[in-house]
């Protein structure tokens, strides 16, 4: 690509080795999908900004049926990926699929424009941002920013309530799920989808698939799936954190099993 100015010429040079670093960095959600509000446990929208304080992204998709959805759950809804620092829909049932890759998408592009913003304040110094360039400079970067959109590593952790109230819509959210699956696969970077549902049968939440790059399996699991009982959300976000976790460990676990293989065998 090319660019005129030294300034910019500079400033693309920084995102290109950003990009380049962010390949074999990750980005992180939550996607949570709900038509209602949390009651039982602690409060969502203060774990929903612990997630967003170990670079994690919630987003919310809240499921109408009817026109209905209270303004308490709307509030919530809001809140709760305000404070994750993410993307918040309400919808009908049958706008789902389109919504859930729309939702994570725009997520991913609002990510890394703020990791852009972070290097634009580095190299030109004071509160400058994306928006403040000028409108070609401006079409450049946002060219870098889709670019590493298509190549970053993801991992989308996907809660989905099963509270009563969402029985009609579980056949709708499998193939929601399914689709985002296909739509993410088709990009050029590497892709780990785990899906956790609440409320569980025995326990407040209960994982359904652990990380995986397709979510193919889903299609038996979700058959048999049960609704009812209560909404634990903020629990339920508490849990999707400590998965996170358990995967980075598990990761620095088995490099140091590489290193510590290739150390004896050297």
Not at 100 to 113: F, G, I, N, P, S
Not at 170 to 187: G, Q
Not at 224 to 252: C, D, N, Q, V, W
Request: overall charge negative; aromatic content about 4%; proline content about 3%.
């Amino acid at each position: 690509m090319y660019i005129s100015s030294p300034t910019s010429r500079k400033c693309y040079q920084h995102l290109d080795v950003e990009g380049n670093r962010m390949k074999t960095g990750t980005l992180k959600q939550i996607l949570l999908i709900t038509d209602g509000c949390s009651n039982q446990g602690e409060d969502p929208i203060a774990v929903s900004a612990l997630a967003k304080e170990q670079g994690i992204t919630v987003n919310v998709i809240g499921v109408m049926e009817q026109d209905v959805i209270d303004d308490q759950g709307l509030r919530e809804i809001e809140n709760i990926a305000l404070s994750g620092g993410g993307v918040s829909q309400v919808v009908y049932a049958q706008q789902l699929s389109q919504t859930v890759q729309m939702v994570t998408r725009k997520a991913m592009t609002q990510t890394l424009q703020g990791v852009v913003n972070k290097e634009l304040q580095q190299i030109l110094g004071g509160s400058q941002t994306v928006e403040d360039l000028p409108p070609d400079k401006r079409g450049e970067v946002m060219e870098v920013v889709d670019e590493l959109g298509e190549k970053v590593e993801l991992e989308v952790l996907i809660l989905v309530d099963t509270s009563a109230s969402m029985k009609h819509k579980l056949p709708t959210v499998k193939e929601a799920i399914l689709d985002l699956s296909l739509s993410l696969n088709a990009r050029s970077g590497d892709n780990h989808f785990s899906v956790f549902v609440f409320p569980g049968k025995k326990n407040d939440v209960e994982k359904l698939l652990d990380w995986t790059p397709r979510l193919e399996s889903l299609t038996s699991i979700f058959s048999k799936l049960t609704t009812g009982g209560i909404t634990p959300t903020g629990p339920a976000l508490r849990e999707a954190l400590s998965s996170f976790k358990k995967k980075r460990s598990l990761r620095s676990l088995i490099s140091r099993d590489d290193e510590q293989y290739f150390e004896e065998s050297v």
